[in-house]
């Protein structure tokens, strides 16, 4: 069992270039979710997935794409990289249940760093 | 507003003794989830304890306690014994709208802790 896996580890664009964000788990979670930590601050939400199909935007949406083709991946796409968008990104998935079983385990993350 | 508060940036421990992290939380939802994660230094987040909002006894897992007191919404973190291994970032997070399939978490700040031979 991986869990929540996530690739690349490190990566540096230039303003204006896109990329993907891999974001896969092994675990069967329906639900998945990528957020963005900031130096010095908490997680924020910017895309989320209750299944296959199914998206929906959170906190901090603007210049992040996301799909969900199948349960174990989940993408995050960046359209056109700007320095605000240097960041550490996180990868999580959850059962969902409800009560323990939806607690959120997260990827390792992918620190990016946008010039 | 805020929604989950941690009022303290940083705090410092002696090795063996026990330490309190402070969270308050803000939600109208009857139904909720409130979560602690640990960042060390490496970066990742790593789960310590769940307390549901109908949970009647206050969460344990294992040197982790947490401290639920509904009427004051507040849920804070208890280490015992702590070990140096225990320095790092401390979240508290609430996930809210259980009905609505939304299960994204809102974070606090975070607290550094420091545990000191």
């Known amino acids: 069992n991986a869990g929540v896996t996530q690739t690349p580890k490190f990566q540096v664009l230039k303003t204006g270039q896109s990329m993907t964000l891999q974001c896969a788990q092994d675990?069967?979670?329906?639900?998945m979710s990528w957020y963005r930590q900031d130096p010095g601050m908490g997680l924020r939400l910017i895309h989320y997935s209750v299944g296959a199909g199914i998206t929906d935007q959170g906190e901090v949406p603007n210049g992040y794409n996301v799909s969900r083709s199948t349960t174990e991946d989940f993408p995050l796409r960046l359209l056109s990289a700007a320095p605000s968008q240097t960041s550490v990104y996180f990868c999580?998935?959850?059962?969902?249940?409800?009560?323990?079983?939806?607690?959120?385990?997260f990827g390792p993350g992918t620190r990016l760093l946008v010039l | 507003a805020q929604k989950i508060t941690q009022t303290q940036p940083g705090m410092f421990v002696q090795e063996k003794e026990a330490v309190t992290l402070d969270c308050t939380y803000d939600t109208s939802d009857p139904s909720y989830g409130l979560f602690w994660y640990k960042q060390p230094s490496s970066g990742e987040m790593i789960f310590l304890i769940y307390?549901?909002?109908?949970?009647?006894q206050n969460a344990t897992e294992g040197r982790y306690s947490l401290n639920f007191q509904k009427a004051r919404k507040s849920a804070n973190l208890v280490i015992s014994a702590s070990q140096l291994g225990d320095s790092a970032m401390y979240f508290c997070?609430?996930?809210?709208?259980?009905?609505?399939?939304?299960?994204?978490?809102?974070f606090g700040s975070g607290t550094r802790l420091q545990v000191q031979p």
């Open positions: 999580a998935s959850s059962y969902g249940a409800g009560g323990p079983g939806e607690t959120q385990y």
């Open positions: 997070a609430m996930r809210e709208g259980r009905g609505t399939g939304r299960r994204a978490l809102t």
């Open positions: 307390q549901g909002s109908y949970d009647q």
């Open positions: 675990m069967n979670h329906e639900y």
